[in-house]
């Protein structure tokens, strides 16, 4: 996307373009419309389907299968976007469109239907897919090129974002627990709405930025149709993409039609990667070419890992954490809304990212080791040890006895956000020092596909973390649930959902279950779907030694029934699933430790592929560029 030339006379505000502040805004709102929703959308999926606050009932597997598909093609969609903006609206018009689609999109989760749902989250995944990457771009346009208040700009541009995401996590995180999440996406609409209203009366201060490219500059860089007619005439490449496709149609009619069409879509990335590499001309090119994929591994990990802050840390900090306090908050009382913590990242990139950039600066200016790829290695292996501090939660948290305490919480987070702001402000610049200057856009397209993959990432293991849930159906009259199962009597009548807890053990070879209260014997009113996966629970109580003296404990969610099918429900046995995310957490961090550890140990062959790309760099310390979990601008 070129930058474009600024009028000498636009007028100023505190010495930058009146046009950054409108942006500046718009951006605030947007994120604190994202972030919002994004703090309380999880949480809404595992809520109970009854209650005053209800929500859709889900397990945490599913909700964070979801949360991981949706925060995928959020930034799968800034490819689409780019490209919209490049040859058909151009940037300025492309925001305009992308902010009423999120508009709209917000205002329908707000409805409390299952089709508002999903099609608000479509229309938030287009909108912000229009709107993301072409704003940030934006910024760039308002500076003529060489300004020395460029970099200035774009730091005034991200405090908007992270004071966006920090305040949505505290208002709409409030709004959606404890008063109702459809009102919380419903504030996170209206901020955007404000959002779009401070971009519609700013225009008269973008005229000179963000508009279509002229004909000829639009048909510079790669054409994709180009590459894959070349692609036919590419023995190797098409063998490789043939067999890649084959496994991925395979997939998509036998298996799974998302997951097929993931892979379709890796495939064709791999394809146009392949090309790539065949049409540069020298060996400089590819060698650079080399590491940049290395780089985009990188990325996958980081974000693969970073992102259990929106699904699985977001629901350890509901379930399992102790956010009871001392005293009591105006309106919040004496516990801490579980949505708060997701305002961590946000606040403590305010606190450090200028004491860290300027660490790194520091650092160059005494010729220590301070390149792109040392940084992004070291930050994964300090946000990959942020899990240490979950594995302890993990390990202090007992059901129904005692929960984890907060600070885990907080000192993960720490971790988490110095480790992105090692990483995460020189990942995009690299990546496009290292690119092709022909495919230049192309390799910003594959950056964002690495990043939503790296969120796809993170959903698959916070999914497996959760375990796989058996299924059981209910077998009992309305005076059985109520008189041996405790269950009300209007929850019964009204055939609601609800949550059955009570205690499990092995005995003689055989399951025992009865209710947390009382030890009534529960399991003559409870069938296993699948009696194999009850035999594996008794071997593993075996195992562990779980007596009626010292059970285990069950969570049975149970959707709402009808007359002829009855109830059926989820059964998880809670210490088995606290190990697994125990295993979880560790195994995040031993796997990113390996990784960074071993990205640092090949520096010096690495550094040599990239051929001084970073050498001639000035060497006085700069502000770095850094936002919350979004490094696409």
């Not at 599913?62 to 919209?84: D, H, K, N, Q, R």
């Not at 999914?463 to 299924?471: A, I």
């Not at 929850?491 to 030890?519: C, I, P, S």
């Not at 998880?572 to 606290?578: A, S």
Request: aromatic residues 12%; negative net charge.
């Amino acid at each position: 996307m070129a930058t474009q030339d600024v009028r000498a006379n636009q007028k100023e505000l505190f010495g930058h373009p009146v046009g950054l502040y409108i942006l500046f805004f718009t951006e605030m709102w947007e994120r604190f419309s994202y972030y919002g929703m994004r703090a309380i959308l999880v949480l809404y999926l595992v809520s109970a389907t009854t209650g005053g606050n209800a929500g859709l009932g889900w397990t945490g597997g599913e909700a964070i299968a979801l949360y991981g598909w949706y925060t995928m093609l959020v930034y799968v969609a800034s490819i689409p976007g780019g490209i919209i903006a490049d040859k058909l609206l151009g940037q300025k018009k492309t925001v305009l469109v992308g902010g009423i689609v999120l508009v709209v999109g917000h205002g329908i989760l707000a409805v409390e239907e299952m089709w508002a749902f999903y099609s608000g989250l479509a229309l938030i995944i287009a909108g912000v897919g229009m709107l993301k990457p072409n704003i940030s771009t934006m910024v760039g346009g308002l500076y003529k090129e060489g300004d020395i208040r460029r970099d200035k700009g774009f730091t005034i541009f991200y405090i908007g974002i992270n004071l966006g995401a920090f305040l949505s996590s505290l208002i709409v995180g409030y709004v959606g627990e404890e008063i109702g999440w459809h009102w919380g996406f419903g504030l996170a609409g209206i901020a955007m709405a404000l959002g779009l209203l401070v971009y519609l009366w700013g225009q008269k201060y973008l005229v000179n930025v963000g508009n279509l490219l002229s004909k000829a500059e639009r048909s510079e860089g790669a054409s994709l149709g180009n590459m894959f007619s070349k692609l036919l005439k590419s023995p190797l490449q098409l063998g490789i993409t043939a067999v890649l496709m084959a496994g991925s149609v395979y997939y998509l009619i036998f298996e799974s039609l998302p997951y097929g069409l993931l892979y379709i879509f890796l495939t064709l990335v791999t394809a146009l990667m392949l090309m790539v590499y065949k049409d540069l001309t020298t060996q400089i090119m590819k060698d650079r070419y080399v590491v940049m994929i290395l780089s985009f591994l990188l990325v996958v990990v980081f974000w693969g890992a970073f992102e259990q802050a929106g699904g699985l840390m977001n629901i350890y900090a509901l379930d399992k954490t102790d956010r009871s306090i001392p005293f009591d908050l105006p309106l919040i009382g004496s516990e801490v809304p579980a949505t708060w913590f997701q305002s961590l990242n946000a606040m403590f990139i305010i606190i450090f990212g200028v004491v860290i950039a300027n660490f790194w600066a520091k650092r160059k200016l005494k010729n220590k080791e301070a390149s792109s790829i040392f940084k992004m290695a070291t930050g994964v292996i300090i946000m990959g040890l942020g899990f240490i501090f979950m594995a302890m939660a993990a390990k202090s948290y007992t059901p129904y006895d005692e929960k984890a305490a907060m600070y885990w919480l907080v000192l993960a987070y720490l971790l988490h956000t110095i480790g992105e702001l090692c990483s995460s402000p020189v990942a995009l610049s690299f990546i496009t020092k290292l690119a092709p200057v022909k495919y230049a856009s192309l390799m910003m397209g594959v950056y964002f596909a690495a990043t939503g993959l790296g969120n796809k990432v993170a959903g698959v293991i916070g999914e497996f973390s959760q375990g796989e849930p058996m299924v059981v159906n209910l077998n009992a009259t309305g005076s059985q649930m109520t008189q041996n199962l405790q269950i009300n009597d209007s929850v019964v009548d009204k055939q609601q959902d609800f949550r059955l807890a009570g205690n499990v053990y092995e005995e003689n070879g055989e399951l025992k279950l009865t209710t947390l209260e009382g030890n009534e014997p529960i399991l003559d009113f409870i069938q296993f779907k699948d009696s194999e996966r009850s035999n594996e629970v008794v071997e593993t109580l075996q195992e562990e030694n779980v007596t009626a003296e010292d059970p285990y404990h069950v969570l049975i969610d149970f959707k709402q029934g009808d007359e002829k099918k009855g109830w059926s429900g989820n059964f998880i046995v809670e210490e088995i699933q606290t190990d697994m995310e125990y295993k979880t957490f560790w195994g995040i961090t031993i796997f990113t430790a390996i990784f960074g550890l071993l990205v640092i140990l090949l520096l010096k062959p690495l550094k040599r592929l990239t051929h001084g790309v970073e050498d001639n760099e000035s060497e006085l310390p700069q502000q770095e560029n850094f936002e919350l979990g979004d490094t696409q601008s």
